[in-house]
């Protein structure tokens, strides 16, 4: 535990920016924003209860949490044609995401997202392809030696917890170290999630050909956009400047950060 990252989930740190940053920059009462966050992970659901997300006077940050097939399930039910809707943009002032965003729903995403923005903190300049394919397409468990100007990271990426345990275990035991592990608990990372819809006829749960199609329709969103680096994005960039302060500051670790407790005994009770 001293070990993981204290960074809260997108959707925890999204959701305290609404309810203090959006809400300040608007001037509506937090207790009257009501924020739903659509998750493919069931667990989001436990998540967003924690005691760890609430604002001081009790309120929650995140006040409901539905799953992609529950999404899906209402807008057939209310009968909303959603391919011919006419296309419009997310509203701001966090309407703008990169490329880097939209790959954290595959397994290595996360990895890849952060080595766009540590490569350059590193060197001081861009990486010069922004595709880290030694992350990609993971099967379970992947270890590599990843080269940036004189260093050597050595990182690692798992989905699934039992591939989880064979790679946190080498650390335990002393037999590798890591720079930056990456892991999901879901096969494939959150592409396979336990909230996603069910899968169309001619698949079957968990169907390696269905993670890698949703994994191919994200890196697609990805390698179509200009903005690809979050640390490039113009809209954060403003938030740190105009509200958050330093990264890792005090509001910024208040806001974007968390902590946790070790649950015994452990397993399931």
């Not at 009501?34 to 006040?63: L, N, S, W, Y």
């Not at 270890?143 to 260093?151: I, K, Q, S, T």
Request: glycine letters at 10%; a neutral charge.
């Amino acid at each position: 535990i001293p070990n993981a990252s204290s960074c809260r989930s997108p959707m925890a740190m999204l959701s305290a920016l609404l309810k203090h940053y959006y809400a300040e920059k608007e001037g509506i009462a937090p207790q009257d924003l009501f924020v739903v966050a659509v998750m493919p992970c069931v667990a989001k659901k436990f998540e967003a209860a924690r005691p760890e997300f609430r604002m001081d006077d009790g309120t929650p940050e995140t006040d409901a949490v539905i799953t992609t097939r529950e999404l899906i399930w209402m807008i057939k039910c209310y009968g909303i044609d959603l391919i011919n809707l006419p296309k419009d943009l997310f509203d701001n002032p966090f309407g703008e995401s990169s490329g880097a965003a939209d790959i954290f729903g595959t397994t290595g995403g996360v990895m890849e997202a952060a080595l766009r923005s540590a490569v350059e903190r590193l060197t001081g300049a861009p990486p010069e392809a922004l595709e880290f394919t030694e992350v990609r397409a993971v099967e379970g468990l992947r270890e590599r030696e990843l080269r940036v100007g004189d260093l050597a990271l050595n990182i690692g990426v798992a989905n699934g917890l039992t591939n989880a345990k064979r790679l946190l275990d080498k650390v335990v035991n002393g037999e590798k170290e890591f720079h930056l592990i990456e892991v999901m608990a879901c096969p494939g990372g959150c592409i396979g999630g336990g909230g996603q819809p069910y899968p169309p006829q001619g698949y079957r749960f968990l169907d390696r050909r269905l993670l890698a199609a949703r994994a191919k329709a994200l890196y697609a969103i990805d390698s179509g956009k200009e903005l690809r680096s979050s640390i490039r994005n113009p809209q954060i960039q403003t938030l740190y400047k105009d509200y958050l302060g330093e990264p890792g500051g005090e509001k910024a670790h208040k806001l974007l950060h968390t902590h946790y407790a070790p649950r015994l005994p452990r397993g399931i009770r």
